[in-house]
């Protein structure tokens, strides 16, 4: 009797441990997927206000307005992604862009129009966004996933990013 009690008590606690454990990773798998929805939904949000910014290609003082506000929710978007990767890649680079934008702003307002120097650094701004989105792509989303739009926190081979970002300093 004893010793049926014991091994039901071994049982019980078996079967206690294994539930505690699946709750545990039950509620680690439901974090991860939140995560990734959070990160994949501030990917999109990027990327179409991106994409919102290449379809503006004229420089004019509204062009820039507008830039400036993608420019924001861009900046937002990429906080959430860096903070969520453990990266810090794309706020930089938001940032880096609302100085050109704001310069060139600036500028304008300065001297009543664009001058040759500001329509090559608009355009200079331009060519990073056009080539970073690819990019962003490459590095943010798990290949070959299901309808490509599986993000990924944990990234690597962001080297052209950090490039990209160099260069816009520069400016």
């Known amino acids: ?13 078996v079967i206690i441990t294994v539930l505690i454990i699946s709750s545990y990773k039950t ?20 990327l ?32 959430v992604i860096d903070l969520a990767v453990g990266q810090e890649l794309l706020n930089p680079i938001a940032n ?9 702003e600036n500028r304008y307002y300065k001297n009543k129009q664009f001058t040759e120097q500001d329509k090559e650094k608009y355009q200079k701004a331009i060519t990073e966004i ?8 490459k590095v943010y989303y798990v290949p070959n996933s299901k309808e490509g ?14 490039t990209i970002n160099n260069r816009l300093i520069e400016d």
């Open 149 to 162: 739009a599986e993000p990924k926190l944990q990234i690597e081979n962001f080297d052209e990013l950090k």
């Open 1 to 13: 009797m004893k010793k049926s009690y014991m091994i039901f008590m071994a049982l019980i606690l």
């Open 27 to 46: 509620e680690g798998e439901e974090a991860k997927v939140t995560l990734e929805s959070v990160v994949g939904n501030s990917l999109f949000k990027l």
């Open 48 to 79: 179409d206000n991106y994409d919102a910014i290449l379809s503006t290609k004229e420089l004019s003082i509204d062009s820039i307005k507008e830039i400036d506000k993608n420019l924001t929710s861009i900046e937002v978007s990429s906080g």
């Open 130 to 137: 056009d080539t970073m989105i690819p990019l962003i792509y």
């Open 96 to 104: 880096n862009l609302l100085k050109i934008m704001n310069d060139l």
